[in-house]
């Protein structure tokens, strides 16, 4: 065989193995991470759940605002993480908004997966409350719930960030990993479910 042939012949290889990684990449089950945050601190608990879910191998974690959400991101997801501040007890109206642009005819999102994260001013705001919202409105669309990584996130993520000793600055490394835990169990399960 010439020099010439066999550096086709490698050159053919490293075409194939490029095609096939970049098709299995793009095979990968998404995770959807949607968030609204105004101060930062909602977003900062989104980026740790979105280093949890690239924890996992074999699975893609696309972390936007709400803003930035299409229908056809909510619609191509295995899951969707979804983070919202509490806003008197309750979840945000952008959260609202978002939750009821969700496309209900023939329940598209039935069995995929749904959790959730909030950031709360302080203790007894109102942080179960708001996840509790958003989870009824996941399972009115079919979705199953998966809670966080630890006991003390059961039901997802949550973050204490204008009260006591989590008064007056970022968001605290506790709670940053919880939300990093939750991204890393969702993740987990949707690899287990594909």
Same mark, same amino acid.
């Given at each position: 065989m010439t020099t010439y +042939?066999? /550096?086709?012949? !490698?050159l053919l290889i490293g075409l194939i193995l490029l095609w096939s990684h970049s098709t299995k990449a793009q095979s990968y089950p998404t995770? !959807?991470?949607a968030y609204h945050s105004e101060s930062g601190k909602t977003q900062a608990m989104a980026e740790a759940?979105? +280093?949890?879910v690239a924890a996992i191998d074999g699975v893609r974690g696309v972390l936007k605002p709400l803003s930035e959400v299409t229908e056809n991101d909510i619609l191509r997801a295995s899951a969707i993480i979804l983070g919202s501040p509490v806003y008197n007890g309750n979840l945000s109206p952008e959260v609202q908004v978002f939750i009821n642009s969700w496309p209900f005819e023939g329940r598209p999102l039935k069995n995929k997966i749904g959790a959730v994260f909030v950031t709360g001013g /302080?203790?007894?705001i109102g942080e179960e409350a708001t996840m509790f919202a958003m989870i009824r409105s996941m399972m009115i669309h079919g979705m199953i719930i998966v809670g966080g990584d630890e006991l003390e996130a059961a039901f997802g993520a949550s973050a204490i960030t204008g009260e006591g000793d989590f008064a007056g600055k970022e968001v605290d490394d506790i709670f940053l990993k919880k939300a990093e835990g939750l991204g890393l169990r969702v993740g987990e399960i949707v690899l287990g479910f594909h």
């Open positions: +042939k066999i /550096g086709r012949l !490698l995770i !959807l991470i759940v979105a +280093k949890g /302080g203790f007894s």
